[in-house]
């Protein structure tokens, strides 16, 4: 079984300056791991994700993920917020399935709150 | 076409009612899922489809009945709900298993009156 904590319901910051969202994961075999951004009132958009390779991976809107083996971490970050960065904000993983389809496992969620 | 639609997009029913949501993608996509999301929770997984057969169900009460008529479209239907099932309902697809992520609809905002 596979489960995500998101230590942060709630982060408040200032347009501008950077941000961390916590993410930490625990399961018994290898996993994929997603962020996802949720607009009020939409679904789900993937931020980026990490499957292997190099621990730091780059999606879109300027935001960036580090993937921590030996911590079970998969904190999310930005240098530099926008007021547009507001929404809310899910650390996901997955197994690898089988078939076709696989489970994807989500984040309580933090919410984002960029303000002037 | 990169998109998953979701029609309607807010739908009130009441609880002696039955309606279906509607699901659709042409990505090629040969997983689809339907989430129901609370008020300021994640969404949770109800169903999978895996080449248009039921793979998973997650306990879901039988009020709620998923189709899938072909592999480009995927249906909930819904009788007899209760006020607690009012939710956003997601549906998303996905190429493959693990790493490769899904494809979220933008929702139906779904009230039960």
């Known amino acids: 079984a596979q489960s995500v904590t998101q230590l942060d319901s709630q982060v408040p910051v200032f347009e501008e300056a950077p941000v961390e969202l916590r993410c930490n994961y625990s399961?018994?075999?290898?996993?994929?791991l997603f962020w996802y951004v949720q607009y009020p009132n939409q679904g789900l958009q993937l931020l980026l994700k990490?499957?292997?390779?190099?621990?730091l991976v780059k999606g879109i809107n300027g935001f960036e993920a580090e993937f921590n083996k030996s911590q079970t971490s998969f904190h999310l970050r930005k240098p530099s917020v926008h007021i547009s960065d507001t929404a809310e904000y899910f650390c996901?993983?997955?197994?690898?399935?089988?078939?076709?389809?696989?489970?994807?496992?989500f984040g309580t969620g933090t919410r984002l709150q960029v303000t002037l | 076409d990169t998109e998953v639609t979701q029609t309607p997009k807010h739908l009130v029913m009441g609880m002696t009612n039955k309606k279906s949501l509607k699901c659709e993608q042409h990505?090629?996509?040969?997983?689809m899922y339907w989430y129901k999301q609370k008020a300021k929770k994640p969404p949770e997984l109800m169903f999978v489809?895996?080449?248009?057969?039921?793979?998973i169900n997650e306990s879901v009460p039988s009020r709620f009945s998923p189709e899938c008529p072909n592999s480009s479209l995927l249906n909930l239907h819904l009788h007899a709900l209760q006020p607690e099932d009012s939710a956003l309902y997601l549906c998303?697809?996905?190429?493959?298993?693990?790493?490769?992520?899904?494809?979220f609809g933008s929702g139906t905002r779904l009230t039960v009156v």
């Open positions: 998303a697809s996905s190429q493959g298993p693990g790493g490769y992520g899904y494809t």
């Open positions: 399961s018994s075999v290898s996993v994929y």
């Open positions: 990490y499957l292997s390779g190099s621990t």
């Open positions: 996901a993983v997955s197994d690898p399935g089988t078939g076709t389809a696989s489970k994807l496992t």
């Open positions: 990505m090629g996509h040969r997983a």
């Open positions: 489809y895996s080449y248009e057969k039921l793979s």
